[in-house]
């Protein structure tokens, strides 16, 4: 487009108010079909939001579609961890990973949000 046709599509938006034209109503989803808001205590959101659910689950047995070159733990069960169950060994698991496994270490994770996951692993743990 020329600069100067520019130019008068600009006028001609402006003196019709075309940014303001009736919004299309049908593009927009009706009231019942957005799902209604839930509140997630902070130690499952946080593993949720961070994706711990695609490759552990979302009850932690670890068995999921995705294919690994290593199974990860079922957190029910104390004896099936590799790098220890108890809360320190959970959390150093989460920051440092497990390497040359899918298991990345979680750098940008605050202490707190890491220990609240962690809690969360424990809390998976049947005894
Ligand atoms: C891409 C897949 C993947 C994601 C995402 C992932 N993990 Fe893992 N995780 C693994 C694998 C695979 C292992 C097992 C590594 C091994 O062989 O020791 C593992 C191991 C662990 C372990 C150690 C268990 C043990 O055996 O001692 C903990 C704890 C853990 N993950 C927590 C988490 C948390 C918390 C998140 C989210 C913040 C997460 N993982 C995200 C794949 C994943």
Known sequence: ?????????????LASNCANQP???SQVPKQEEIPIPVTVPIDEALYR?????TCHAGNG???V????NTKPADFRVKSSYKNGYSLPRIVKSIQ????GTEMKAYTHLTLYEV???AKYIQKMQDE
């Open 1 to 13: 487009m020329k600069f100067k046709n520019l130019i008068f599509f600009f006028l001609f938006c």
């Open 23 to 25: 919004d299309d109503e």
């Open 49 to 53: 939001q961070n994706g711990c659910e």
């Open 61 to 63: 047995s670890g068995i």
């Open 65 to 68: 579609e995705r294919k690994m």
């Open 96 to 99: 440092n990973g497990i390497p």
């Open 115 to 117: 220990t609240s996951i």
